[in-house]
C-alpha cells in the first residue's frame, strides 16, 4: 500500500475501477499513515470515523460501476480555514479553536460532490497571516525535506498553507486545499517540492474561506503532478451564485494532451528582470536560467520583460493586507461566537480581552496598524494611495501580455530556511522576503502554478513559478506539465515514517 500512496491520483483511480484495491482499503491506509507523521504535524483534526464511513460508500459505487467522478474515493486534505461542516474549523487560532461550521466551504462541497474522501484539517499560521506554518497554537508545520543535526531544529515548510504541503508531500492524501493571499499555495508547494496553483480570482468559490483579505484570497491547489492539480482544478471551479466575487462563466474543463506529444514552438516566455532581486540564492538564479534555456531550445522565444511596480507590490501589499484585516477581524468580538474571555465588568472590557487572549501578536499588530491607516487622518495618504500603487501594478501585467503569453519567475528566493534562522526576522519580515515573487499575482488577480524542478546541493527542492494573463489556466498548466516533462522531478523526500 505504501507504494500506492506515491502514485498519481489517476493511476490510483484506475486500481481502484479495476477493483485491485478499494477505496476502503486505501483510505484505511492514508489515515494510519496520517498518524506515522504526527511529528511533522500536519493535521489538526483527522476525520477517522466519517472518513472510512465515506470510503465504504465510495467501494459501494465502485462495485456497482456507478463513480461518481475519477476522484472519487480519493484521500484529500483541506486547510483549516475552509468551513466543513459539523467538523472543528479552527484557523490555528484560540479565538475559533471550539467552532464548528453547519456548512462547506464551495471547494470542499464540491469535491464531496464528486466522491473525494476528507481525512483531515490541515495545519496552517494563525489566520493565514504568515509565511512558514510557525504561527499555529498547535505548534509549527516541519519539513519533510532536508536533515537538521539539531534535534529542536528543522526545516520549514513555507506557509501559510504548510500543513496542506505536508499532507501531500507524506503521501497522507493525493491532494489538499490551501489558500494563497500573497503566495500561501505556491511558497509551500515550492519548499516542499510539489505543484502548487493560485488559479485567477473568482474562477474557485470563497464562499466558506474564512477570510483574511477579501480582495485577494483565493483557494489554492497542492497536489504532487500537474495532471492531479487539473483534476482537481476541474471539479473545485465554476460559478457559484452565493459568492459575490465568483466569475459569471461556465468552466470548461481542462483537457492536457501528453506532455511529449505537445509542442511550445513560437511560444512567447517573459523573464521579468525585476524578480532579478536582492536577496535571491545563486542555486535558484542556476535553476531560473536552466529552464528558461531548456524552454528556449524547445522552441519557445524567451525575452527579457519589465514589470516597474513589482519592487512596490510588497509595501502596497502590506498596506492592503492589514486593512482588510482590521475589518475582517472585527466580527471577533467574544459575543455572538468564537472565544469568549470570563470577563463580566463591561462589554468593552470583555471584547478588549477576548481579543487580546484570542489573538496572537501577529493578528493583533496587524489589526492595529490596519486601524491606523484607516483614521480619517491617515485614509487617503495610505489606503487610498495603496490602492492606486495596486492598479499600477495590475497594469504592468495587462501591458506585458501584448509581448509575452506566460512569466517565468522564481517561486521563492531560496530553498527552505531552517526554522532557527526563519524566526530570527519578524512575521511582517519574513513576509516581506517569501512573498515576494507570488505576491504580485494576487494584486492583479492573474492565475499562477508553482512547479518543482530539482533539488539544490543540499537536496532541497527549488521551484520555479509560470504566471500567466487572467483565465489562462489551459495554457499556463499545459507548459507546467511540459517543464515537469522535461525535468523529471522526483516526489520521493527520504523521510522516516
Not at 205 to 218: E, F, K, Q, T
Not at 322 to 339: H, K, L, P, T, W
Request: glycine residues 6%.
Amino acid at each position: 500500500m505504501d507504494r500506492i500512496l506515491s502514485l498519481n491520483m489517476h493511476l490510483v483511480n484506475k486500481l481502484l475501477q479495476d477493483n485491485v484495491i478499494s477505496s476502503t482499503e486505501l483510505i484505511r491506509a492514508c489515515l494510519e499513515r496520517a498518524k506515522n507523521i504526527k511529528k511533522y504535524n500536519p493535521f489538526i483534526t483527522i476525520i477517522d470515523n466519517v472518513a472510512i464511513k465515506q470510503a465504504e460508500a465510495s467501494t459501494d459505487r465502485y462495485n456497482k460501476r456507478k463513480a461518481l467522478s475519477e476522484l472519487d474515493g480519493l484521500p484529500i486534505a483541506i486547510k483549516d480555514n475552509f468551513c466543513t461542516e459539523n467538523i472543528k474549523t479552527t484557523c490555528a487560532s484560540k479565538m475559533l479553536e471550539n467552532f464548528i461550521p453547519k456548512y462547506n466551504a464551495t471547494p470542499y462541497a464540491n469535491l464531496k460532490s464528486a466522491g473525494a474522501i476528507l481525512v483531515g484539517k490541515t495545519n496552517l499560521d494563525q489566520f493565514a497571516m504568515g509565511s512558514g506554518t510557525v504561527d499555529s497554537i498547535y505548534g509549527p508545520t516541519k519539513n519533510i525535506w532536508g536533515y537538521s543535526d539539531n534535534y529542536n531544529d528543522f526545516f520549514i515548510t513555507g506557509g501559510s498553507s504548510g500543513g496542506s504541503a505536508i499532507a501531500v508531500a507524506t503521501g497522507t492524501c493525493y491532494a489538499a486545499i490551501g489558500s494563497d493571499t500573497g503566495g500561501s499555495t505556491r511558497n509551500p508547494a515550492s519548499y516542499c517540492g510539489l505543484v502548487g496553483l493560485k488559479p485567477t480570482y473568482g474562477l474557485v468559490s470563497r464562499l466558506g474561506l474564512i477570510p483574511l483579505v477579501n480582495s485577494m484570497d483565493v483557494p489554492g491547489i497542492l497536489t504532487r503532478t500537474v495532471d492531479d492539480c487539473v483534476s482537481v482544478l476541474n471539479i473545485v471551479s465554476g460559478y457559484d451564485s452565493k459568492d459575490s466575487t465568483s466569475l459569471m462563466r461556465q468552466h470548461r474543463k481542462i483537457r492536457l494532451p501528453p506532455a511529449n506529444k505537445m509542442s511550445i514552438k513560437g511560444l512567447k516566455i517573459g523573464i521579468p528582470i525585476e524578480y532579478h532581486c536582492e536577496y535571491l540564492s545563486a542555486d535558484v538564479l542556476d535553476v531560473w536560467d536552466e529552464v528558461a534555456n531548456l524552454l528556449e531550445e524547445s522552441g519557445a522565444i524567451v525575452k527579457e520583460v519589465s514589470l516597474p511596480n513589482t519592487e512596490y507590490s510588497i509595501v502596497c501589499y502590506s498596506i492592503l493586507n492589514q486593512c482588510e484585516v482590521a475589518s475582517n477581524m472585527a466580527r471577533y468580538d467574544g459575543i455572538e461566537f468564537g472565544f469568549r474571555a470570563d470577563e463580566n465588568s463591561s462589554t468593552e472590557k470583555l471584547y478588549a480581552t477576548t481579543r487580546s487572549l484570542g489573538f496572537n501578536e501577529v493578528v493583533r499588530n496587524r489589526i492595529l496598524t490596519g486601524n491606523y491607516f484607516l483614521l480619517t487622518r491617515n485614509y487617503e495618504k495610505y489606503f487610498n494611495q495603496a490602492l492606486k500603487v495596486r492598479r499600477l501594478i495590475s497594469n504592468d501585467f495587462d501591458n506585458i501580455w501584448d509581448k509575452v503569453q506566460l512569466l517565468l519567475t522564481p517561486t521563492t528566493l531560496s530553498t527552505a530556511p531552517l526554522y532557527s534562522d526563519f524566526i530570527k526576522k519578524t512575521n511582517r519580515d519574513q513576509c516581506a522576503v517569501q512573498d515576494y515573487c507570488t505576491q504580485p499575482a494576487n494584486m492583479a488577480g492573474i492565475p499562477a502554478v508553482s512547479i518543482p524542478i530539482k533539488l539544490s546541493k543540499t537536496g532541497m527542492p527549488i521551484s520555479l513559478q509560470l504566471l500567466g494573463r487572467n483565465l489562462s489556466e489551459p495554457m499556463l498548466l499545459a507548459v507546467a506539465k511540459f517543464i515537469e516533462y522535461l525535468v523529471e522531478f522526483k516526489h520521493n523526500p527520504k523521510y522516516i515514517v
